[in-house]
């Protein structure tokens, strides 16, 4: 099992910038990828990043590359996702996810996910 808790979500004015976590706790030692997606009303699930957990391979969706980097601190369990130069496209619930599997977070497939938290940028 592994619980994943995010925060840092809130409201910010276009071109602004945030920085979510992810808490992670339970088995985070056997090599799980985390990763980050979104979703807006209306919309279908969008995927944002991914890393592994071990190692440095990161994922980018093409409409946030350049803008977010995703991170982790092996420490704290904890993944970040930083957030700048924010425009009123990527308001969303922004949700982190786990996988043992890299690849598969892009295609939406994970085996947890918590709660979300609400990124809402205004213009």
């Known amino acids: 099992q592994v619980q994943l808790v995010e925060s840092g979500g809130g409201s910010v004015q276009a071109g602004g910038s945030l920085r979510l976590s992810c808490a992670a706790s339970g088995r985070t030692s056997t090599g799980y990828a985390i990763g980050w997606f979104r979703q807006a009303p209306g919309k279908e699930r969008e995927f944002v990043a991914a890393i592994r957990w071990g190692g440095t391979i990161t994922y980018y969706a093409d409409s946030v590359k350049g803008r977010f980097t995703i991170s982790r601190d092996n420490a704290k369990t904890t993944v970040y996702l930083q957030m700048n130069s924010l425009t009123a496209e990527d308001t969303a619930v922004y949700y982190c996810?786990?996988?043992?599997?890299?690849?598969?977070?892009?295609?939406?497939?994970?085996?947890?996910r918590g709660q979300g938290t609400q990124v809402t940028v205004s213009s």
């Open positions: 996810a786990a996988s043992p599997n890299l690849a598969t977070i892009k295609s939406l497939q994970y085996d947890y």
